[in-house]
């Protein structure tokens, strides 16, 4: 930015249920990027969806940007003066909503894909199919999978895959201080948990040398705790929510993470913050998550309790040298694929000059 020159006013519009999810994460990430670059005024607009409640920790990550974060109704008059005050708007999925007022506030979008494309054909899919082709000049997919998922098999012109933009921890624990597994999810259905409790269950390792610490919490916890109150697990420890600080500690003390879903997931945010301090994940193949987790991943299918069970074995019977080197090439391997808040500097002055 030149001595005089206004900096670039850009909207960053994402739908939100009020929780501290990977969206939600993702959009604060680019707006905390972003702080070194004032050549671009990002501000974020929060849509409130049905069923919204601001929660805590969410609000808590939201206070130190002051205005430049708002929470506004969807499809409203604040959405429409959002839009309209912006040079260039950058929109999480093709929400009918943002995208129409940019078109009709002739402002350039860029579109970052987040969510696989549901089966279906109904009104309201045709209008995101036709939008996300028609109205954005450049898509963002937050993985191949997601990606193919709208697109088939051959990319649109102005589209790539671009992993989220989020705040990683940094620093590493000495493998000898490493012990056990950690999942670290909400506790919903198909995000896995039921399957890793028995999968924990038949490995049968020693619950000293290889316990299982559980993050976060939901509507399945009372299913789960019965359940390894049948079993008789022991080394299985809850540790609830845990701010971002308590839960990057959490995964640096462990030697794996583990990323189970069955659900066909969009990305895998935790195996990212996993490999972000070294710590290499076992993985279904669901969705994004191999994306995510890298090369370095011990892989089973979804759903696959002895397969599940065969690869924390697997990383248990693992030696040190060989887990040293997974660590290793699963941290330096993410540094290569991460784009920084200059990418999107920069593709935001690209949409504005065209």
Same mark, same amino acid.
């Given at each position: ?15 939100? %249920? ?26 974020? @607009? ?18 130190? %940007? ?15 003066? /959002?839009?309209?005050? /912006? ?45 996300? !082709?028609?109205?954005?000049?450049? !898509? ?32 590493? +624990?000495?493998?000898?201080?490493? +012990?056990?597994?950690? @999942? ?17 269950? &038949? ?37 609830? %929510? ?21 659900? +066909? ?5 935790? /195996? ?40 924390? +074995?697997? /990383? ?19 540094? &290569?694929?991460? !784009? ?15």
């Amino acid at each position: 930015m030149t001595s005089g020159q206004a900096p670039l006013r850009v909207a960053l519009v994402s739908p939100t %249920f009020g929780g501290y999810g990977g969206m939600e994460a993702f959009a604060l990430g680019i707006l905390r990027g972003l702080a070194a670059h004032p050549e671009v005024k990002l501000t974020v @607009f929060f849509k409130r969806v049905a069923s919204f409640e601001l929660r805590p920790e969410f609000a808590a990550a939201c206070a130190p %940007f002051g205005a430049r974060v708002q929470f506004i109704p969807r499809a409203s008059g604040a959405l429409w003066r /959002a839009v309209g005050d /912006a040079e260039v708007v950058h929109s999480f999925n093709p929400s009918p909503d943002t995208l129409l007022a940019a078109q009709l506030a002739r402002c350039p979008v860029l579109v970052n894909v987040i969510n696989h494309r549901t089966p279906g054909n109904s009104p309201r899919q045709r209008a995101w199919d036709v939008l996300l !082709r028609r109205a954005a000049a450049r !898509r963002f997919y937050i993985s191949d999978f997601v990606r193919r998922s709208w697109e088939g098999p051959a990319a649109w012109p102005d589209s790539e895959v671009v992993f989220p933009l989020c705040e990683l921890a940094s620093g590493e +624990r000495p493998i000898e201080q490493r +012990r056990g597994f950690v @999942f670290a999810a909400r506790w919903i259905e198909n995000k896995g948990l039921d399957t890793l409790v028995e999968a924990y269950a &038949q490995a049968a390792l020693d619950p000293a040398r290889w316990p299982l610490c559980l993050i976060g919490d939901g509507p399945l916890r009372p299913r789960i705790e019965r359940r390894l109150a049948e079993l008789g697990v022991r080394g299985v420890t809850a540790l609830g %929510f845990l701010s971002q600080s308590e839960k990057a500690d959490a995964i640096r003390a462990a030697r794996w993470m583990v990323v189970p879903p069955n659900t +066909r997931e969009d990305f895998g945010l935790t /195996a990212i913050e996993a490999r972000a301090v070294g710590v290499p994940c076992i993985i279904t193949r669901d969705g994004g998550v191999p994306e995510a987790a890298g090369r370095e991943a011990l892989v089973c299918e979804p759903g696959d309790i002895p397969g599940l069970a065969a690869c924390l +074995r697997a /990383a248990a019977e693992m030696s040190d040298g060989e887990y040293a080197t997974r660590a290793r090439r699963t941290r330096d391997s993410l540094a &290569q694929e991460l !784009r920084g808040p200059e990418f999107y500097a920069h593709a935001y002055r690209e949409l504005a000059e065209r």
